[in-house]
Structure formats: structure tokens, C-alpha cells
């Protein structure tokens, strides 16, 4: 069975970071793209981050190009998304997520995404 455990959520103040983190189990982690969304409340999930198999290739939204990273640790089946300068506009749930590996998908899109998490919630004051 796989599951995707996101950590990492909280509360801060505009400008800060946090780091969430996504530990996948049940599946050939080094194999599948990872991604992460989120929702914000009365809005739709939206793409945010993800990262093909290697960590050679890595695609952003363009409202956190500059702000936020995403990683992965294949040895540890983990991939993490380290947030900076975060806004009150990025209070949302986020969503790690993987995808099977296709050189046809973009890692930008939900349905390309098989499995998903349960979600952190952040939330971002000002």
C-alpha cells in the first residue's frame, strides 16, 4: 500500500520559512516524480513544485519561482519543499504527491499524479 506522510506545516509570519517534508512508502520512490499542490480554502489545488526521478529536472509555479525549492533524498524516499519569504497569500493546505514515470507528463498537472497525501496545513500571518 502506498502512502505519502507529509510534516512540516505550521504557522509563521510573513517573510519566514518553513520546510515540509513528504516520506513515501509502498513504491519505487526513485522511479516516480514527485510533486507538491495545494489548496487554499474556497479555491482549487493548484501546482506548486515537482521534481523528475533523478532531481535533475525541477518545474515551479511561477508564484514561488524564487521563494521555494524542492528536493528529494531517493535513498531516504523523501522529497521536500523548503519555503522562503512566504506570503499570507501561501496559507493553504499542501499536498505532496507521485507520479509514475512518463516522458509525455509534465509533472505540472493532477491527473498525472497516482498517489496522494494526506496534507499540512500552513498558514502564513501578516
Known amino acids: 500500500q502506498v502512502q505519502l506522510v507529509e510534516s512540516g506545516g505550521g504557522l509563521v509570519q510573513a517573510g519566514g520559512s518553513l520546510r515540509l517534508s513528504c516520506v513515501a512508502s509502498g513504491l519505487t520512490f526513485s522511479m516516480f516524480t514527485m510533486g507538491w499542490f495545494r489548496q487554499a480554502p474556497g479555491k482549487e489545488r493548484e501546482f506548486v513544485a515537482t521534481?523528475?526521478?533523478?532531481?535533475?529536472?525541477?518545474s515551479y509555479a511561477n508564484f514561488v519561482k524564487g521563494r521555494f525549492t524542492i528536493s528529494r533524498d531517493n535513498p531516504k524516499n523523501t522529497v521536500t519543499l523548503q519555503m522562503n519569504s512566504l506570503k499570507p497569500e501561501d496559507t493553504a493546505v499542501y499536498y505532496c504527491a507521485a507520479a509514475p514515470p512518463s516522458s509525455s507528463y509534465s509533472g505540472t498537472q493532477e491527473y498525472e499524479y497516482n498517489f496522494w497525501g494526506q496534507g499540512t496545513q500552513v498558514t502564513v500571518s501578516s
Open positions: 521534481i523528475k526521478w533523478s532531481g535533475a529536472s525541477t
